[in-house]
């Protein structure tokens, strides 16, 4: 019953490849992001969808294609795999609980380590 | 643009001692305060947040105070262990862009 989840954990490709990252979660939330984790840890937004519309879009390269099937579905397509790519993706969901609530905490998927050689 | 400023950046506390990290952010929208922890190779979880109405909130040894004035928010730990030892980050929420905007991480070591 894992409330959001990635696949593939492990992501090992060679420069120049495509690879696509899968995320789904069973939470009924209506936003979605896309986050990178660098090796210094640092947490960057990449994309943010609502209700399958792309909300955020953070001066990502354009090799980074997200798509959003429906509200439970937020896939990241990279093209073109540069060494730099190589990082922790998570996928996380929140939702807005009424205006008297605001927004709740996001929850974030396993992470997906993708390495390029 | 938004930005969240976070320190320390490590940070190491002998067993039974208090840990305080501060951020500060720059929206002024920012609406929702939420602090994560990241254990070594695992996702960050939710270990407390606050709303930019209510000024400190408090979870048995976990403690966070926002000043909306001044945009600085701070997470306390007290009396703490070993398994407190992870990478907690800070982040600031404005429903207004649809994003959480984190802190660069405090690598927290409580030393036994």
């Known amino acids: 019953d894992t409330a959001v989840s990635q696949t593939p954990k492990y992501l090992v490709t060679q420069m120049g490849n495509d690879k696509s990252i899968k995320c789904e979660q069973n939470?009924?939330?209506?936003?979605m992001y896309w986050y990178k984790q660098d090796s210094k840890k640092f947490l960057k937004i990449m994309f943010s969808?609502?209700?399958?519309?792309?909300?955020i879009n953070e001066t990502v390269p354009n090799r980074f294609s997200p798509k959003s099937p429906d509200k439970a579905h937020l896939n990241l397509h990279i093209n073109s795999l540069e060494l730099g790519d190589s990082a922790v993706y998570f996928c996380?969901?929140?939702?807005?609980?009424?205006?008297?609530?605001?927004?709740?905490?996001?929850?974030f998927g396993q992470g997906t380590r993708l390495t390029v050689v | 643009g938004e930005n969240v400023e976070q320190h320390p950046s490590t940070l190491s506390v002998q067993e039974g001692d208090s840990a305080v990290i501060k951020c500060t952010y720059s929206?002024?929208?920012?609406?929702?305060f939420p602090w994560y922890k990241q254990e070594l190779g695992k996702r960050p979880q939710l270990i407390i947040d606050?709303?930019?109405?209510?000024g400190e909130k408090k979870d048995q040894r976990i403690a966070v105070t926002l000043n909306k004035t001044a945009k600085h928010f701070s997470l306390h730990i007290t009396e703490t262990q070993p398994e407190d030892s992870a990478v907690y980050f800070c982040?600031?929420?404005?429903?207004?862009?649809?994003?959480?905007?984190f802190g660069t991480g405090t690598r927290l070591k409580v030393l036994a």
């Open positions: 996380a969901s929140s939702q807005e609980f009424f205006r008297t609530v605001g927004w709740t905490e996001a929850f």
């Open positions: 939470l009924g939330h209506d936003t």
């Open positions: 969808y609502n209700n399958k519309e792309l909300i």
């Open positions: 929206d002024s929208a920012s609406n929702y």
């Open positions: 606050i709303r930019s109405n209510v």
């Open positions: 982040a600031a929420f404005s429903s207004g862009t649809y994003k959480y905007i």
